[in-house]
């Protein structure tokens, strides 16, 4: 795989996880913000994944 390809993925990964925390921060408040970390890693890991 290409590497715009992995970083693509892995922000699509990010925005997935976004609306997991979005649709759960009123009912889990803990589990919106495990999730809400695992989206930054993901974004974050994309952009390192880009510049690198």
């Known amino acids: 795989m290409s590497k715009e390809v992995i970083a693509i993925l892995l922000l699509a990964l990010g925005g997935f996880l976004a609306?997991?925390?979005y649709s759960t921060?009123?009912?889990a408040k803990f589990i919106a913000v495990v999730l809400g970390l695992a989206a930054l890693l993901a974004i974050g890991g994309a952009v390192v994944w880009l510049v690198s």
């Open 25 to 27: 921060w009123k009912t």
């Open 19 to 21: 609306g997991g925390v």
